[in-house]
């Protein structure tokens, strides 16, 4: 064990340091503060209901009524107790809290695909704060991305696991490649693993060309013949994730259209809307964020400009007080990019990019190569609406790739490759500097290039940069009708605009003194005034403190909360009085905000509003139909909705509407019309009174026996008992009759049974449940027990014994090959 301990020393001494700088940065949550993030009030949110139910069964119930009239809940939350990844992370967690642990595996990971690489520790430790510290790691947490930043974390690693692969690993690099796959997989962050793949996708022709050319097409097989089988293992383990997301997806707004849709000119049946999809596209211009990370102005709104700014001065010449106008800048947006809104630039550290470059030039292999065309490729799949030509391309014909929106999330890729190519640059400095022809003189013109456009746009900002976007005079225009006059707003306009340049002039400046300080670095190494220990620290430390600045920006001690004030979710007047109804069905509608894009409502209520990237496709376009412009009352009916939460325009206080034509939760009704499509269905609905007449498809005539039916005199149907996933009502009428339930359609596992036998459930108004009831007294049950949980946990399990037999098979071995190479040079 001393041995070990004394062969491994560097490694965990890196590792130390690693742990050191996580508890540096996120030193407030070991103080016992927490981390205040937005989208963790959504969370909380749309997951009440379920942990509600948790508390009380012991289990969470498998669906929620509480966002979007109900949902599946292993799309918002669930255990996966089969998946032995789920242990794994509570064992990362148990030690190292949220978000200290997706820091450290951020460090870990790039540590560990530098090793791969074999390079000298230092340097991949360096290599590894370069990836880990890239400012969009960093955002995505501070904005509760918290799924995103796992995928992200996995990146790595997995890319890591596949080169092993490919350099002539039979053992551990698929097994690595099983395990780190089943962990990115296990973050349900499809869209981050998709983009992974087309990266790889690339690596692999690669890797293919140079087999062939060297003829070694039979070694290129068997690797990529042991990853797909770890690829296999990987989706096995996490078949409890992916399968019922599959099925679920078909029926969203990633899925196929009931009612077709014109784009572009064209019917279009599946996939998100363009429009949408590319509503977060990489401008062209700002990839100058990658170096300069102020040159688009940072972020939307926050504390970016301080009391000397222009804006500033205009509040105060304009006689607001200076505290009050300090306040004022922080809703100023500094951003002037095309994106609607933004949390911060996509930095990648002004030293890096220069090694980046440096490394274009004197790198030599494949992995430059793949570093090149993958990174080029993201760069223009990320402009998306600002390049259609190639986006537009993949969004249409690429398999998949039409399901996922804000596509300049692929960032992500690049966020990875150009720290790669950099490292790889200092590593030929290191052991290939007397092999590369004009070094010094590479060395020099890259500086002069890179920092020279640096220092330029510190000189002359508007030679480069516009500062303004296509809704500036739009923004300019409100804004003067706010202040009082055209002159007023064009002084606001020119003070803004002196700012934003003056962002980017600053930030210009830090970069050129980074890029300097780097090439210093590089030339005295080259020089030999500098030993590769001292080397390689220095550039450490250069790289961290230029990262970890951009990051305070965003990610800093002011982000963090007491823990006793961890709720965010705040209970008001209006949501305690609604609260006195006990009616367990129920719903609301709270139009104090956009109801379809926020979850807090579902926090107290059961809300037909909600927060969640994929909605059911048939609510989805219930809302672009029925409440496009104003509100179909009648739908609100149908949907039990008994109370509207508004606020009067005058004075913002927040007051209740209760809506006495609500439905209620299950109704007969005394005319069934059969409708002969999807389009004719959703008209149908625009205008009826959900409580006498139903709508139904008529491909569920043979499931309803329309002549039995009779009017439902003297008929009652009520709810006497409910769960989530478990729904009992007790019916009594004296011949056959329709009953419409105020429950969301959801054919992967509803399934209905009067007096215990099961019946097929009808899909009625486009939205809801119904059945055929026999008459007299009768006890309805609706159960929701998705067979794709059933199965698709067993695969899980299986498959993660599997996984775990094979780690500790390949660990054995490995020690067992170690004592026995001990023995022979004894």
Partial sequence: MKQWFKENSTHLIIIAIFIVLVFFYFSPIFGGKTLAQSDVMQAEGSQKELFDYRAKDGHAPLWTNSMFGGMPTYQIWYEHASNVTSYLNRAIRAVFPVPTDIVLLYLLGGYFLFSVLRLKPWLSAVGAIALAFTSYNFIYIEAGHVNKAYAIAYLA????????????????????????????????????TYYLFIALLLYVGVELYYAIRDKKLKNFLQASALQVGAALIAVMVNASVLFPTLEYSKLTTRGTANIQKVEDGQKKSSGLDKTYAYEWSQGVGENITFLIPNAYGGRNTGPVLDAKSEIVKFFT???????????????????WGEKMITSGPWYFGAGIFFLFVLGLIIVKGRIKWWVLGATTLCLFLAFGKHFPLISDLFFDYFPMYNKF????????????LIPLLAILAVDSLLNRASEIPKLDKKVLYTFVGVGGFCLLVGLMPSLFLDFKNSGHQEYITSVSQQLGGESVGREFSNALIKDRSALASQDAY????????????????????????????????????????????YLNDDSFIEERAKTHVVEREVDQLIRLDKDPSYRVLD?????????????????????????L???????????????????????????LITQNPQNGAEQIQRRSTAAGNAWFVNKVTFVKDNAQEMQAISSFDPRKEAFVHEAFKNQLNAA????????????????????????????????VFSEVYYEKGWKAFIDGKEVPIIRADYLLRALQVPGGNHTIEFIFAPASIRISNMISLIASIILVVGLCAALAFSLWAARKNKWRQQ
Wanted: glycine letters at 6%.
């Fill in 591 to 615: 139009l104090t905000t956009n109801p379809f894009s926020d979850a807090r409502a579902s926090y107290f209520h059961k809300s037909i509003g909600g927060y969640h990237a994929a909605k």
């Fill in 157 to 192: 690693p997995i890319i890591g696991s596949v080169l092993l692969c490919y350099r002539g690993s039979r053992l551990w690099g698929p097994i690595l490649l099983a395990l780190f796959l089943a962990m990115e997989i296990r973050t349900n962050h499809v869209q981050i």
């Fill in 317 to 335: 010449k304009n006689g607001v007080p200076e505290t009050q106008a300090v306040e004022f800048s922080k809703r100023i947006p500094t951003y």
């Fill in 708 to 739: 039995r039916l009779g009017q439902p005199s003297n008929a009652e149907i009520k709810l006497v008992s409910y769960h989530p996933d478990t729904l009992r009502y007790e019916s009594t009428s004296p011949n056959d009759a329709f009953a």
């Fill in 617 to 643: 496709m048939r609510f989805q376009e219930v809302l672009e139909h029925q409440f496009n412009g104003a509100i179909n009352e009648d739908v609100l009916d149908m949907l039990n909705v008994r109370y």
């Fill in 405 to 416: 929106r804000a596509v300049e999330s692929i960032l992500v890729i690049p966020a990875i």
């Fill in 510 to 553: 830090r970069s050129f003194f980074i890029i300097a300080l780097t090439f210093g670095l590089v030339w005295f190494y080259l020089k030999k005034k500098l030993s590769i220990p001292m080397f390689l620290g220095i550039l450490g430390v250069v790289t961290l403190a230029d990262l970890w600045a951009v990051d305070k920006r």
